[in-house]
């Protein structure tokens, strides 16, 4: 179902007055993880002015160490929702299990299964029962045909707003956090009609590459990109390093505004 040899024309992901997939470049950008309510709208503010689609924010947080902050769970969606309402973006949060889901599905607009998720089956099956479009993050080590058989999961329980989104995978290489496979990002918009968007935030690790693997992201083809936004990366409780602050944010989406004409 997700295959281009079904469906010929890219499939548009609305949300709201959001098409991911259409003309325009989507960005959906905002902290790793929602933190408090000063942190999330300071952020959410910023991003809108600079021309932001959609906010992110971590509300449940699968983080490597049970001892890392987990995140704020419902009063994040909370927030998320409060932050929606105050500047009329749209939403995106990560869930991990059903209750998370369930929850999700009352605060925010879109859903997002993390790459340790991407061969969760059974909430991909759940996912695509929602309602709400979803982002599909590539595994850590997925090939491309896993992550696309992952999103067939969701498609095929009834769903196809789905948006794939490539953010970096293991490699040998360890002088980056990840290795951002943007070749993927090319294969992929050959092979389904599916909207693609680049996450180089989490595919780097390091706010000095951001910028870079933006542009480059743009230039392969990607349809948008999210990207982490801290109001002070210094003091964020997850992602600092990588997290742009909004000064950044701002410059980085000017860059992005002449390169989405010209490609
Ligand atoms: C995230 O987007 O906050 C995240 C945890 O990303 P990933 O699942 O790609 O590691
Ligand atoms: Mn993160």
């Known amino acids: 179902l997700v295959s ?56 449940y947080k699968p983080r490597t160490s049970p001892y890392s902050f987990q995140g704020l769970e419902e009063e994040g969606l909370r927030l998320l929702q409060e932050a929606a309402v105050q500047t009329g973006l749209a939403t995106v949060t990560e869930v991990v299990d059903e209750e998370s889901l369930e929850k999700a599905c009352r605060y925010v607009d879109i859903l997002q299964i993390g790459a340790r998720n991407m061969q969760n089956f059974r909430l991909l099956r759940l996912v695509g029962q929602a309602g709400k479009p979803v ?27 789905v948006i794939l989104c490539e953010r970096g995978i293991r490699t040998f290489e360890n002088s980056t956090r990840n290795t951002l496979d943007l070749s993927a990002v ?9 909207p693609v968007i680049v996450d180089p935030s989490h595919a780097t690790g390091k706010r000095e590459l951001v910028g870079a693997m933006s542009r480059a992201a743009v230039a392969a083809g990607a349809d948008g990109l999210i990207v982490e936004v801290h109001p002070d990366p210094a003091t964020a409780l997850c992602d600092g390093p990588q997290s742009l602050d909004p000064g950044e944010f701002d410059v980085l989406m000017g860059s992005l505004r002449y390169l989405a004409e010209a490609v």
């Open 186 to 194: 090319a294969l992929a918009k050959t092979l389904t009609h599916l």
């Open 4 to 59: 281009r040899e079904v469906k010929e024309e890219n499939t548009v992901v609305r949300v709201g007055n959001v098409e991911v997939g259409g003309p325009g470049l989507t960005v959906i950008a905002g902290p790793c993880a929602v933190e408090s309510e000063e942190q999330l709208l300071t952020v959410a503010r910023a991003v809108r002015r600079s021309g932001a689609n959609v906010l992110r924010g971590g509300a």
């Open 135 to 161: 982002l599909l993050k590539r595994g850590l080590s997925a090939t491309v045909e896993e992550w696309l058989m992952a999103a067939e999961y969701i498609v095929s329980a009834g769903n196809e707003d």
